[in-house]
């Protein structure tokens, strides 16, 4: 798996605190197996070596005092990781937009989310529906609940950040990509 460092450089660079990695994965390899060795390569990066193993209910189970996030496409394999004390908790996800269509926006937008007016619809159909999986990620540690589509609203700046609010509020990035969309949030601090 090839890593792509203008994607990795581009979250190190505007999240202080985080590291990723973001790889182009050979399909071959297993949805699992592909996050945890991006996920691998983000913790080493943050000086960290460790196995990443799931909970009974699928979550990763993260070192003492890290917090990160996995995520995965056909072509992709996604993962941040930080220190607990930089962040309470982490969410992304990578989408290929290719994928989404008119029927998977009517489940997954609602008429509370917002983008700039200029972005491609299916651009910002993945964008939405990516920050709604990375905000799932994000609050599941935290406040342990399931959510909906409809549950949070996501808010798509012109400059690569975003918003996103449920009972929680976070705040993040996104990076566009030829094939792919990818965003990372953090919880804002109250």
């Given at each position: 798996?090839?890593p792509?460092?203008?994607?990795?450089?581009?979250?190190?660079?505007?999240?202080?605190?985080?590291?990723?990695?973001?790889?182009e994965?050979?399909?071959?390899?297993?949805?699992?197996?592909?996050?945890?060795?991006?996920?691998?390569?983000?913790?080493?990066?943050?000086?960290?070596?460790?196995?990443i193993p799931?909970?009974e209910?699928?979550?990763?189970?993260?070192?003492?005092?890290?917090?990160?996030?996995?995520?995965h496409s056909?072509r992709?394999?996604?993962?941040?990781?930080?220190?607990?004390?930089?962040?309470?908790?982490?969410?992304?996800?990578?989408?290929?937009?290719?994928?989404?269509?008119?029927?998977?926006?009517?489940?997954?937008?609602?008429?509370?989310?917002?983008?700039?007016?200029?972005?491609?619809?299916?651009?910002?159909?993945?964008?939405?529906f990516?920050?709604?999986?990375?905000?799932?990620?994000?609050?599941?540690p935290?406040?342990?609940?399931?959510?909906?589509?409809?549950?949070?609203?996501?808010?798509?700046?012109?400059?690569?950040r975003?918003?996103v609010?449920?009972?929680?509020?976070?705040?993040?990035?996104?990076?566009?990509?030829?094939?792919?969309?990818?965003?990372?949030?953090?919880?804002?601090?109250p």
């Amino acid at each position: 798996m090839k890593p792509i460092l203008e994607v990795e450089s581009f979250f190190e660079k505007h999240i202080a605190g985080l590291f990723c990695a973001f790889l182009e994965r050979d399909e071959r390899v297993r949805d699992f197996v592909a996050g945890r060795e991006a996920v691998g390569r983000a913790l080493s990066k943050l000086g960290v070596k460790a196995k990443i193993p799931k909970a009974e209910t699928g979550e990763p189970l993260w070192p003492q005092g890290v917090v990160g996030s996995i995520s995965h496409s056909k072509r992709y394999a996604f993962g941040v990781v930080a220190l607990k004390e930089r962040f309470s908790s982490l969410g992304c996800d990578v989408e290929d937009p290719a994928r989404f269509n008119h029927r998977i926006a009517e489940r997954v937008v609602s008429e509370k989310d917002r983008w700039p007016t200029f972005m491609e619809e299916r651009i910002a159909w993945a964008l939405v529906f990516s920050a709604k999986e990375a905000f799932y990620k994000l609050q599941y540690p935290i406040l342990r609940e399931s959510l909906g589509f409809r549950d949070v609203r996501v808010i798509v700046g012109e400059n690569g950040r975003l918003k996103v609010e449920g009972k929680i509020r976070s705040s993040g990035l996104f990076y566009q990509g030829p094939d792919f969309v990818i965003v990372v949030l953090y919880p804002e601090v109250p």
